[in-house]
């Protein structure tokens, strides 16, 4: 049928089919003619004029037909010129479309923006983009993300306090692009009264009140002459007290033995607030943020010293800041330093070592987070996916007059306002940044990217990029057995979950800007080249690490022999 229908199409377009059609007439009646012409010729003597008069009739047939076909054509050519017209009108029209819907297309494919879920505290007034948080809105607004809320499809939840209680649905339904900004279970390292109970050396001795009052008074007693401060989970009310002084009976508080000859500068005692980003647990990855840190001073000064005034030592919110100390006019005001390097340069001119420092206060931050791994790893098997959390801590210390560092404590969702101090934008801002191009949040510049294809995700990184130890790889140790610590991290023993932690730990590397890893421990490339793989699959140096750090620190070992920049 369809084949019949596309023949006739072709013979209606076809002007000799018309020429035929006018012609049949006079065909059929030439035919007729001739059978006539036939039939007289037999018995008509009048053979020769009948001839004569079909040879006219067929010129007058010629005549005629070239004359319809002429007005066949004629009528074609003015129906073709209309269709002709119809269609350029209509390609015109749809040419003018085009920039509508290509605008259209760009709006629903690549003009999608990530959401931010900014989520305030209920005891602050404004919690909006012009409040507390304000620097974190303007930082997620210039990395192209929207602000949207609780019901939206958002790409990253900051919170300011503890999200998993209120927001316990949301946060055991993550989806694997989601991002919030706290681990479950790191309270055990912010909980003022847990952390400063932590037998580590560089916090100062504590117990907790009444709970342990027996071990207090048996401490104090074979140690004459200490104060103490008795502190809450809430840091409020801190003042030096006597033994006799302290309020043994007092729920929710502890006593922390007090550093009494601490480092001055100016005649003041100070603070150092280290901003320390964890990225994974399980295996973990610590960072720091070393392009600056934050520097406290007390309003008065220490000496003469009064128990009883505690702006001589007590860091609160009416700190003076750097800039309005003298030491600091030349170096931070006039020529621009960062904070950190002001005070490193301050600590050099007075003979001090500030390297060695800044050591000690990275080795504090790693014990504290491998002292408190088991308990977070174990909060983090309630949810879908250790990779949906990150988390950021400032560890404040003081230093004493020989540079000994010590703890006093590590605040989640520290301040990152500056109303009250107009130029730390600059710090809060640079810490916030770098943050969130550390855990990947940045690379969130489309819902695509968000939910990005393998074919994406292989542009960022690939099994070639965390390939190590091509030399004992290639061993017929580790192309048989996967026993060997070293050979998990060989191709055909290398498990898929443990390939993804390092595929996360390459992009980190790539995007830390001014943050440095903490743990596993930077090495240089001295150190890495030197490391021969012995006999014994036990290597002292990963001694007390669970398997999956002891594999991770190998990896960053492995990355530092093929290429320095993964190096201290």
């Known amino acids: 049928m369809n084949i019949e229908v596309y023949k006739l199409k072709d013979q209606l377009t076809n002007p000799f089919f018309f020429f035929r059609i006018a012609c049949l007439p006079f065909k059929m009646g030439d035919r007729a003619r001739q059978g006539q012409y036939q039939m007289f010729s037999q018995y008509s003597t009048g053979h020769n004029q009948f001839r004569q008069y079909g040879s006219k009739s067929n010129i007058n047939l010629l005549v005629v037909c070239v004359l319809v076909l002429g007005v066949i054509l004629t009528g074609l050519n003015i129906y073709q010129l209309d269709r002709i017209k119809m269609d350029h009108s209509t ?96 309270g055990f390292i912010t909980n003022k009264v847990n952390l400063a109970q932590t037998q580590l050396s560089f916090i100062p001795k504590a117990f907790e009140i009444p709970r342990k009052k027996k071990e207090f008074l048996a401490y104090v007693g074979k140690h004459k002459n200490t104060s103490w401060v008795q502190k809450s989970n809430q840091h409020r009310g801190i003042k030096i007290k006597t033994v006799d002084e302290v309020d043994l009976s007092k729920e929710g508080t502890f006593v922390q033995e007090y550093i009494s000859r601490p480092f001055l500068i100016d005649g003041r005692k100070f603070d150092i607030g280290v901003y320390t980003i964890v990225t994974s647990v399980d295996p973990l990855r610590v960072y720091t943020i070393d392009g600056d840190a934050l520097f406290r001073f007390c309003p008065q000064e220490y000496y003469p010293f009064d128990r009883a005034n505690l702006d001589k030592y007590v860091v609160g919110d009416n700190y003076r800041p750097m800039w309005k100390q003298p030491s600091f006019e030349d170096l931070y005001v006039d020529h621009k330093f960062s904070f950190k390097n002001s005070f490193d340069e301050y600590l050099r001119q007075k003979g001090k070592d500030s390297k060695s420092m800044w050591s000690s206060i990275k080795s504090a931050i790693r ?46 969702s520290p301040n990152l306002s500056s109303d009250h101090f107009p130029p730390n934008e600059r710090l809060y801002e640079h810490v916030i940044f770098n943050l969130l191009n550390l855990v990947g949040v940045a690379y969130y510049t489309s819902t695509n990217d968000q939910k990005a294809s393998s074919s994406n995700e292989a542009m960022r990184v690939s099994i070639q990029d965390i390939h190590v130890f091509p030399d004992f790889c290639n061993r017929q140790i580790c192309s048989k057995d996967c026993e060997k610590t070293i050979c998990k991290l060989c191709r055909n023993c290398l498990s898929p979950n443990f390939e993804l932690d390092l595929k996360y730990a390459y992009l980190e590397h790539m995007s830390r800007g001014s943050a440095r890893r903490t743990f596993p421990p930077p090495i240089t490339h001295a150190e890495a080249t030197r490391f021969v793989l012995k006999k014994s699959s036990k290597l002292s140096f990963l001694a007390g690490l669970n398997l999956k750090n002891q594999l991770m620190y190998l990896w960053f070992i492995g990355k530092c022999r093929l290429d320095e920049s993964w190096c201290n």
């Open 91 to 186: 390609h015109m029209a749809e040419l003018a479309r085009i920039p509508e819907v290509e605008a259209r297309n760009f709006d629903q494919t690549t003009n999608s923006s990530p959401i931010v879920w900014i989520q305030g505290g209920p005891r602050y007034k404004n919690n909006g983009p012009t409040g507390f948080l304000k620097h974190i809105f303007r930082v997620f607004d210039k990395m192209g993300f929207d602000v949207g809320d609780r019901s939206s499809d958002w790409a990253v939840m900051w919170s300011h306090d503890y999200p998993f209680g209120i927001y316990a649905a949301e946060m055991r339904s993550l989806q694997l692009h989601q991002k919030v900004n706290h681990f479950p279970g790191s």
């Open 367 to 412: 014990e504290v987070f491998l002292a408190k791994e088991k308990d977070i790893v174990k909060s983090l098997q309630k949810y879908r996916s250790k990779r949906n959390f990150f988390e950021m801590v400032r560890f404040d210390f003081v230093i004493d007059e020989h540079l000994n560092v010590f703890l006093m404590e590590a605040n989640m």
